[in-house]
């Protein structure tokens, strides 16, 4: 009769499922970054406002930003909530649609 050790598969098999599982996670969170993109971006559009027009707004209100990294914070999903509520402010919203 022949033995064989599993103790590394299971390692191996365990590292796999948490993995797995970490990434996931990661998925959800980048659903969620793109959702904050999506419903800022969906604001300005139904504000009228462009991506310079954000930056003049925020500046107006002491929040230091250029267009290209508001354009690249928008685009990666990739920003704070406090940026979230700045922009909101900047652009005069009260309220914000979820969906």
Sequence with gaps: MQYVDVSHTRAYVSKSLHFHARAIRMAEKTDYEALAANLLKA???RKGV??????ERLNAIGV?????????????????AAFLLQCLSAI????????
């Design 50 to 55: 462009t991506y310079a027009q954000l930056v």
């Design 64 to 80: 230091d930003e250029k267009e290209v990294n508001v354009r690249n914070k928008l685009s990666r999903g990739k920003f704070t």
């Design 43 to 45: 604001e300005l559009k």
């Design 92 to 99: 005069g919203s009260q309220t914000l649609h979820l969906g």
